[in-house]
């Protein structure tokens, strides 16, 4: 069964990448897909953040890094896959969460959402909070990869320069 992990990963933290290797556990393919969303306003390109996504999932053989545009359904059909995989945090994320997963069914009846909860020790975490972080120069080593948080450092010192 092939699964799509849809989502910004502006950037992938360690919550996005602990979600990824245990849907990797459970499906044949996991598909990362980056949308290319026009209306928001991105830290990384698409290509970047591609990139970083590759560099924090080497270890794992069944799974791929792509990106899409438009609706996830369109895209999950175009990849036959059956799953949409997203996780779930807290309370919070439930509503919008199952709020998509009903719009996506009615788009298509062929694709079921699944929710992973997400491991305690990242419940807390988003790319929003990390970014947040960094802005005020706090720690974010123990949140995203490692190239990651320097490729964060570097976003920064390019547009806060000293
Ligand atoms: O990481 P995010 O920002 O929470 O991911 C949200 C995402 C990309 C999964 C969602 O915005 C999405 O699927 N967008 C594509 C457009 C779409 O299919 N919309 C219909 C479902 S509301």
Redesign the pocket.
């Known amino acids: 069964m092939i699964a799509i992990y849809?989502?910004?990963?502006d950037p992938i933290t360690l919550g996005h990448l602990d979600l990824i290797e245990r849907g990797c556990r459970l499906f044949e393919q996991v598909i990362v897909a980056v949308?290319q969303n026009p209306n928001k306003a991105p830290m990384f390109t698409v290509q970047e953040r591609l990139e970083q996504i590759r560099r924090s999932t080497l270890h794992l053989p069944n799974l791929e890094v792509d990106f899409f545009d438009?609706?996830?359904?369109n895209y999950a059909q175009m990849r036959r896959a059956q799953v949409l995989l997203r996780g779930l945090r807290a309370v919070s994320d439930f509503e919008a969460e199952l709020q998509?997963a009903h719009?996506?069914k009615t788009?298509s009846d062929q694709i079921e959402t699944v929710f992973l909860a997400t491991s305690n020790e990242y419940s807390f975490l988003s790319s929003s909070v990390v970014k947040e972080i960094a802005r005020f120069g706090g720690p974010i080593d123990h949140l995203v990869p490692q190239h990651v948080a320097l490729d964060i450092y570097r976003c920064h010192a390019k547009t806060h320069p000293t």
């Open positions: 849809p989502g910004s990963f949308l438009g609706l996830t359904v998509m719009i996506n788009l």
